[in-house]
């Protein structure tokens, strides 16, 4: 008799708990999205107790079936996917997925610091958006880069990011300058400054005359071909060829304009270049 009433006792029980387990759920938020609170539903009766495990979150709470379960941004600020364990008879979990939040900082990379004016493919950009606790933005998101220096017409152009990234490459502007290089999502923008100088020399031109200690040369103002003015200490090599042998003098660049002295070996032809540029010649015979 005894033992007949401890086996009912004990299918009741096993019948309490099987009704407890199925009574038991969870229900995860709708969209959740990284550092915003929000709520998992529960259902059943009962004490249990609750774990949380995400991508930078360990989280252990008791809890109260039927109650929800109320998560602080703090707990919730990295996204990815999260898996909701509540232990106890009829346990149960669940797994969902935390979006990032909208773009707030833009990591924004310009390369190169300086380029020569008016160069093909010349600058390049990569934009890595991220929302405020510094998640990757990994939806489609439309980029703007606009390209602007002073005095010159502003280059722009749109690009979708894709996996979390939009990269584009620009020609350099035809005007040296500190160009402006923003790269903007939104109504959030980062900026950076990108120095465009003078390409190499372009339609070299000198002109020579007799001076006291020999044949003095000099350059008309050195430009690259958009017309900006090469900077101080450019090379231009000066060759003279005459009956007394070749001689080659390099001179710098000073205030636009490149100048120097040469022997009196005449006649000879005086040629002028500078790097693979070169420019014009002039002959000067032995009676000038």
């Not at 199925?22 to 539903?41: D, N, R, W």
């Not at 190169?112 to 004016?117: F, G, I, K």
């Not at 929302?131 to 489609?140: A, C, G, S």
Request: charged share 20%; net charge positive.
């Amino acid at each position: 008799m005894i033992r007949r009433v401890v086996f009912v006792l004990v299918v009741l029980a096993m019948c309490w708990f099987a009704e407890d387990a199925a009574a038991a759920g969870i229900k995860p938020p709708a969209s959740p999205v990284a550092g915003q609170g929000m709520s998992l539903e529960t259902s059943g009766s009962g004490s249990a107790t609750f774990y949380l495990v995400g991508p930078a979150t360990r989280l252990k709470r008791s809890i109260h079936l039927g109650e929800p379960i109320r998560l602080q941004p703090r707990e919730v600020a990295a996204a990815g996917r999260y898996t909701a364990i509540v232990d106890g008879d009829g346990g149960t979990s669940v797994s969902f997925y935390v979006a990032p939040g909208k773009p707030a900082e833009l990591s924004f990379l310009a390369r190169p610091s300086r380029v020569p004016a008016a160069t093909q493919h010349g600058i390049s950009g990569v934009v890595f958006p991220f929302d405020r606790d510094q998640n990757l933005v990994l939806e489609p998101l439309p980029v703007r880069f606009e390209l602007t220096v002073a005095g010159g017409a502003p280059e722009s152009r749109t690009v979708e990011t894709r996996h979390g990234v939009a990269y584009i490459i620009l020609d350099s502007g035809r005007k040296e300058g500190a160009a402006q290089f923003v790269a903007t999502v939104g109504d959030v923008t980062a900026r950076r400054v990108v120095r465009q100088v003078a390409a190499d020399p372009c339609d070299l031109h000198f002109q020579a005359e007799r001076a006291k200690d020999g044949i003095l040369v000099r350059t008309a103002p050195v430009r690259d071909c958009s017309g900006n003015p090469v900077p101080d200490g450019t090379i231009v090599s000066f060759v003279q060829v005459g009956p007394h042998g070749k001689d080659t003098v390099d001179a710098r660049v000073k205030r636009g304009v490149a100048q120097a002295t040469l022997p009196a070996n005449v006649p000879s032809t005086i040629s002028v270049a500078s790097g693979v540029v070169s420019g014009n010649e002039v002959h000067m015979g032995g009676g000038q």
